[in-house]
């Protein structure tokens, strides 16, 4: 997906812009970049590959060529940026996190009025944040082209625009991604995941709402477009996306998790006195994990150790033997905790259902007597439309609907055919459940409500998106 973070200062704005940058580093694993402003138009910038490297390696020896007093920078997981555009405003950095379902039509309705050329990323296609660039300055003002690309793109998009010694930071027009704002003596700052605050001095101040534009100097922040009224945020930033110490909507994520895990404890009664001990899929699931252990009874323990220095989130690489090879390697059995046991497992989520089959097999030849699976979230059978949460080419990658494809005999699967399956705790959704487990090699596997799940987050409903369980949304991009 990607993350982003801006400051604008007194002084020197560099080791602030550095380390908020890189507390996003969990949202993204391909390309991370920086750009810096002399204030008068000109842009040190650098941009490099993480695809296998963390963040901070990459620009150590960047950092002391920096000088300036506001900077963005972003980590993403495509396209190449911050960019820097020369237009009738000025020049000017950006970065974007989102996603631009309508690009090619964008970019062809371009070429068509006379533009005659757009850059490309690296892996060959359209760099959306390019796009969205090109949006803005077909407007008068930054502000109204900002709100012109929103309303041009169909998908979703926040924005940070760097433009002398201001930045404008604006929320996707459905707030999918959380942008908040922050203050200290003599320096405000912006960011996606509030965890990048503390520790730099920050204090949350602010969280824009859905659409809002804010104009930020070293001194204040100005509202230049009030927040719209519809809220979609993103679901998966309390059930696996956001770090653990992060805020959005005034919902933490970890302490979502354990209610979370505690919920799908409570419907587990009838089956407790089968399992040994609770075990979380490092690291998405350990929190939902903790409170499913606590309010069990049932005793934590790790039957899987991370080993995090050197292998990256496995479900970055576009090729699928290569996310299986890394969540392999970075997992490491503990036989101890095996052996002999009956193990319940949480994880945030099955997507494609590969590398949990992989790892119940590695578990079975580390001698465990049963594998118990709890998803923390219901099955998915929808790619999301907003956000890079899945690189996957086909829905049928996804392990839901390749069960129900199978349960049906069919090799393309129709909205009608999908409706039938989405009502919990129904023959067709057991029948769906089954299906699963049986693939995986699971002893049991059950799913999180979700309407419990919701509860648990604790943001009123009709806030949250939660398009890719039960494909509905806003009005114009609702399938049931």
């Given at each position: 997906?990607?993350?982003?973070?801006?400051?604008?200062?007194?002084?020197?704005?560099?080791?602030?812009?550095?380390?908020?940058?890189?507390?996003?580093?969990?949202?993204?694993?391909?390309?991370?970049?920086?750009a810096?402003?002399?204030?008068?138009?000109?842009f040190?910038?650098?941009?490099?590959?993480?695809?296998?490297?963390?963040?901070?390696?990459?620009?150590?020896?960047d950092?002391?060529?920096?000088?300036?007093?506001?900077?963005?920078?972003?980590?993403?997981?495509?396209?190449?940026?911050?960019?820097?555009?020369?237009?009738?405003f000025?020049?000017?950095?950006i970065v974007?996190?989102?996603?631009?379902?309508?690009?090619?039509?964008?970019?062809d309705?371009?070429?068509?009025?006379?533009?005659?050329?757009?850059?490309?990323?690296?892996?060959g296609?359209?760099?959306?944040?390019?796009?969205?660039?090109?949006?803005?300055?077909?407007?008068?003002?930054?502000?109204?082209?900002?709100?012109?690309?929103?309303?041009?793109?169909?998908?979703?998009?926040?924005?940070?625009?760097?433009?002398?010694?201001?930045?404008?930071a604006?929320?996707?027009?459905?707030?999918?991604?959380?942008?908040?704002f922050?203050?200290?003596?003599?320096?405000?700052?912006?960011?996606?995941?509030?965890?990048a605050?503390?520790?730099?001095?920050?204090?949350?101040e602010?969280?824009?709402?859905?659409?809002?534009?804010l104009?930020?100097?070293?001194?204040?922040?100005?509202?230049?477009?009030?927040?719209?009224?519809?809220?979609?945020?993103?679901?998966?930033?309390?059930?696996y996306?956001?770090y653990?110490?992060?805020?959005?909507?005034g919902?933490?994520?970890?302490?979502?998790?354990?209610?979370?895990?505690?919920?799908?404890?409570?419907?587990?009664?009838?089956?407790?006195?089968?399992?040994?001990?609770i075990?979380?899929?490092?690291?998405?699931?350990?929190?939902?994990?903790?409170?499913?252990?606590?309010?069990?009874?049932?005793?934590?323990?790790?039957?899987?150790?991370?080993?995090?220095?050197?292998?990256?989130?496995?479900?970055?690489?576009?090729?699928q033997?290569?996310?299986?090879?890394?969540?392999?390697?970075?997992?490491?059995?503990?036989?101890?905790?095996?052996?002999?046991?009956?193990?319940?497992?949480?994880?945030?989520?099955?997507?494609?259902?590969?590398?949990?089959?992989?790892?119940?097999?590695r578990?079975?030849?580390?001698?465990?007597?049963?594998?118990?699976?709890?998803?923390?979230?219901?099955?998915?059978?929808?790619?999301?439309?907003?956000?890079?949460?899945s690189r996957?080419?086909?829905?049928?990658?996804?392990?839901?609907?390749r069960?129900?494809?199978?349960l049906?005999n069919?090799?393309?699967?129709?909205?009608?055919?999908?409706?039938?399956?989405?009502?919990?705790?129904?023959?067709k959704?057991n029948?769906?459940?089954?299906?699963?487990?049986?693939?995986?090699?699971?002893?049991?596997?059950?799913?999180?409500?979700?309407?419990?799940?919701?509860?648990?987050i604790g943001?009123?409903?009709?806030?949250l998106?939660?398009?890719?369980?039960?494909?509905?949304?806003?009005?114009?991009?609702?399938?049931?």
């Open positions: 997906m990607g993350g982003f973070f801006g400051v604008v200062s007194a002084d020197d704005c560099v080791c602030d812009l550095f380390y908020g940058t890189d507390y996003h580093s969990h949202l993204g694993t391909r390309r991370g970049g920086l810096v402003s002399d204030g008068a138009g000109r040190h910038r650098r941009i490099h590959d993480i695809t296998n490297a963390q963040f901070r390696s990459k620009f150590d020896d950092i002391p060529k920096f000088r300036g007093k506001a900077g963005i920078g972003v980590i993403s997981d495509g396209e190449d940026q911050p960019l820097v555009i020369s237009s009738s000025g020049n000017f950095s974007t996190v989102g996603k631009i379902n309508n690009i090619k039509e964008i970019a309705s371009a070429f068509n009025a006379g533009h005659s050329h757009l850059s490309e990323s690296s892996d296609e359209l760099n959306p944040t390019e796009i969205i660039a090109m949006l803005i300055c077909r407007k008068d003002s930054i502000v109204d082209g900002i709100i012109y690309a929103q309303e041009t793109i169909e998908g979703s998009c926040s924005i940070l625009l760097l433009i002398g010694d201001r930045i404008y604006a929320r996707d027009k459905y707030g999918r991604t959380p942008v908040i922050g203050r200290k003596p003599g320096a405000c700052a912006v960011t996606m995941e509030s965890t605050f503390p520790n730099l001095g920050y204090e949350t602010y969280e824009l709402g859905p659409g809002e534009i104009e930020i100097t070293e001194k204040e922040a100005v509202c230049r477009r009030e927040p719209l009224d519809e809220m979609k945020i993103c679901s998966f930033f309390w059930v996306y956001g653990p110490s992060s805020n959005y909507e919902a933490n994520t970890e302490s979502a998790r354990y209610r979370n895990g505690a919920s799908m404890a409570a419907d587990d009664k009838d089956m407790l006195d089968q399992v040994d001990s075990c979380g899929i490092p690291d998405s699931g350990i929190a939902h994990a903790i409170g499913y252990s606590n309010a069990s009874g049932k005793p934590y323990q790790r039957s899987f150790v991370k080993y995090t220095p050197t292998w990256p989130r496995s479900f970055m690489p576009q090729n033997s290569l996310r299986d090879l890394v969540a392999r390697m970075k997992l490491i059995p503990v036989r101890e905790q095996i052996d002999g046991k009956r193990l319940l497992f949480c994880d945030d989520s099955i997507v494609r259902g590969t590398q949990m089959k992989d790892t119940v097999i578990l079975q030849a580390n001698g465990v007597k049963a594998v118990h699976m709890r998803s923390a979230c219901p099955p998915l059978l929808f790619n999301c439309k907003f956000l890079n949460f996957s080419r086909s829905q049928l990658d996804l392990a839901a609907r069960a129900i494809a199978k049906e069919v090799e393309e699967l129709t909205d009608e055919i999908i409706a039938e399956y989405l009502v919990y705790g129904s023959p959704y029948s769906m459940v089954e299906e699963m487990r049986k693939a995986m090699h699971l002893t049991s596997l059950r799913f999180q409500k979700l309407e419990k799940l919701l509860d648990a943001v009123p409903p009709e806030k998106c939660t398009y890719c369980w039960n494909g509905k949304d806003v009005k114009k991009q609702t399938l049931f």
